[in-house]
């Protein structure tokens, strides 16, 4: 069992930055892959950015390629989103995802074991 714990989230301009972070704790050497997500209410949720924390390959949506950074610190069992020159479709929960070795489509959730109670941003123009 992992444990997830997101924290940065809040309101900004759009242009602005977050960064977002994601604690781990538990059996963390299970799940090597780690997602963040997001969802709208009444909306499926929708990868963003992936880390495979063993190799540290990254995978992004084209949507936030060029703006979004995810990153880890092995350390602290903690990723990061790194969410730079915002906008207001940016807006919605953001969600921290651990996987198995055997993910496949590392922006699909359904992939994902485990989550955490989600953290809002909130982008206003």
């Known amino acids: 069992q992992v444990q997830l714990v997101e924290s940065g989230g809040g309101s900004v301009q759009a242009g602005g930055s977050l960064r977002l972070s994601c604690a781990a704790s538990g059996h963390t050497n299970t799940t090597p892959y780690r997602g963040w997500f997001r969802q709208a209410p009444g909306k499926e949720r929708e990868g963003v950015a992936a880390?495979?924390?063993?190799?540290?390959?990254?995978v992004y949506a084209d949507s936030v390629k060029g703006r979004f950074t995810i990153s880890q610190d092995k350390a602290k069992n903690t990723v990061y989103l790194q969410m730079n020159s915002t906008m207001p479709e940016d807006t919605d929960v953001y969600y921290c995802?651990?996987?198995?070795?055997?993910?496949?489509?590392?922006?699909?959730?359904?992939?994902?074991?485990?989550w955490g109670q989600g953290t809002q941003v909130t982008v206003s123009s």
């Open positions: 880390i495979y924390t063993r190799g540290g390959s990254t």
């Open positions: 995802e651990a996987g198995p070795v055997w993910v496949a489509s590392p922006l699909l959730t359904y992939e994902y074991h485990s």
